[in-house]
Structures are given as structure tokens and as C-alpha cells.
């Protein structure tokens, strides 16, 4: 059994993309687990992290997600587990994990020190489990190339270190052409193996209505079957609805239309310019017409208590993640990697 355990240098890299792509074009059996959760989701009454839940659900894994992780917490696992308890659960949840497959997928947490309190980090889990580790690494070319030397630097890798050290994926680069010309061949004289260079491709950094029903707790009014919408671009309802429509963004279609639900104007207007859906905010309703010309031309409506500057902000801050309804984005990443990504380098037979 092949063991990878796939970390970051820093926070929002794209791990996870980066294990269904391998996961997709390696065609291998394979099982996954997250030993320190943190991306939290509680549903009827248990606790799993989000991307194990996807992982099952895209690959219709065995496993349940909460049997996927040790833990969640700093405080309460530094309180349970001392380093050598920690050491067997992990050998006991990759036997469990393990069993039958040809490779399992270990994903680390945000970034290479998360988790190292609790012995849980990505460089103590590979090697607690005596694990290949391969690092994903993602940023502007400085930030880049930064993190490559430090790798080399602090960790000892490259072509004489570490001996379960894989290599690297660079991961959302804006102009791959420039990049191997001008910066790849100095971090190739670090020693470091690089997998690839994986384009950045906006398509991946859209959310769907129903990934932002689920971050918003949202009450879905209208549309609940058109929660795979995909959300282009966001546009604040603020203005008078003239002023909106004169807007060259108010008229791109797979928007999203955050309006507080009492401005019918703003309202009536995103339902006629082929929204992807329309925010409600401050808790209120529009009328009963509205709501039904919403059914009618199959554009949901989402209610939220907060006000319409909350929401615009919190959604700024959002991380796009994959979910298991996302087909179209699910196809994308596996033809990147596919395209990009030397397998052969991980040698898994």
C-alpha cells in the first residue's frame, strides 16, 4: 500500500483539488483520511471535516468522514492524547483506512506547522506513517520561489534529502509560459522535484448557489433544485435599480444579486437579467409575486438575517470549495492535472 500525505506551505493552496486530481487520473484505489480535521461540519448530531465528506461523496468511498480524522481541536486532543497515543490512532486509523487499497490519500492541515502541537502536523504524520510527502505550493512567483528555498533550506529536501519527499505542484499559476521560462528553472536548482505547474483557472474559483445556501445557512425560498447555478460574478444591490441595470456587470449572466428583500426594484430587476440567484438580506421577504416569478424563471431565492454590506464581506472572504454537485468543475481538475501533472514521478506501481 502507497501512503502520500499532501501538505501545504500555506493556508488556501488547493490540497484538496490536488488529491482528486491525483485521485482521478491515477485510476487506483485508493482511501483518504484527514487526521486533524478543521474545515468543520456538524450534521445530524456527528461531526466530519468538509473535505472528507466531499471525498466520499465525489468517490463514493466505503468509509464514513467522521472515521476519517482523529480530531479537531487543539485543546481537547492536547488533553486526550499524548505523542505516542496520538502515533497509534494514526496507525490504527491509516490500517482501517488502508485496508485493501493501493494508495491512501493523507491530507494535511492549512499549512506545514498547523496541527504540530498536537503531533498532528503533515511532517509528524508522514513520519509517524512512514509516508511519501508531497507539498503544494501556490502564490505570486515570489511567495513561490520563496517556499521552494525554504523547503530546501529548513526540510532537507531535494535530490539528496529527504528520502519520502515526492516533490512539489505549483498550483494556480496566472502565465505557466512565463513561469517556465523565468522562474521553474531556479527552483530546479534548488534540487527540488516538481510534478507540475498547474494553470490557475477561474472556473475553479466560482462558487454554486448551493455552496453559498450551506456557508450563509441560508433559507432557500425558491429553486431548490437549482442549487448547482454557478456564480459568475457578485453584484451589490445597493442603488436604484436604473442605475443598476445601466451597470455593464448587472447585465453578465450567473450573477449573484445581494439586495435587501424589502427593494423590489432591485429585485424584479435581477430576475429579468438572467440572475444565477438573488441574496434576500435582513430577514425579509418580498412579495408573494416576486416569490413566484422567482419559481417560474427558475431563479432561487436565498433569505439571510444579516445586512446586505455582512454578506457582500463575508462572501469576499470565502474560500471556493469543490463540492460533490460540482461535475463540470470535478471534470476541469482532472483534465488539468491529466495535462500537467508528471505521474510517472510518483512511481506509484
Known sequence: MNKLVVASTRQSAGKTSVIIGLAKALQKKFGYM?????RLLYRKKRLWDYDAALMTSIFGLEESPEDMSIGFHHAKLLYMLDEDTTKEKLQKLLSNIGENK???FIEGGRDLSYGVSVHLDPLSVADDLDADLLIVI???ED????DATFLKKHLSIGSKGNRRFRGIIINGVP????????HLPKIEKLGIPVLGVVPYEKKLTHFTVGYLADRLFAKIVTCEANMNHVVKNIFIGSMSASAAMQNPLFQKPGKLVITSGDRSDIIVAALGSNSAAVILTNNILPSPSLISRSEEL???????FADTYNVAKQIDGMESLTTRDDQEKIALIENIFKKHIDLTMLDFT
Not at 484527514?34 to 478543521?38: A, T
Not at 502565465?175 to 523565468?182: C, G, H, L, M, V
Request: proline share 7%; net charge negative.
Open 34 to 38: 484527514k487526521p486533524f480535521g478543521e
Open 102 to 104: 493501493e494508495i491512501v
Open 138 to 140: 501556490s502564490g505570486d
Open 143 to 146: 511567495m513561490i520561489l520563496d
Open 175 to 182: 502565465n505557466i509560459a512565463d513561469f517556465r521560462e523565468t
Open 298 to 304: 427558475g431563479i432561487p431565492l436565498l433569505l439571510v
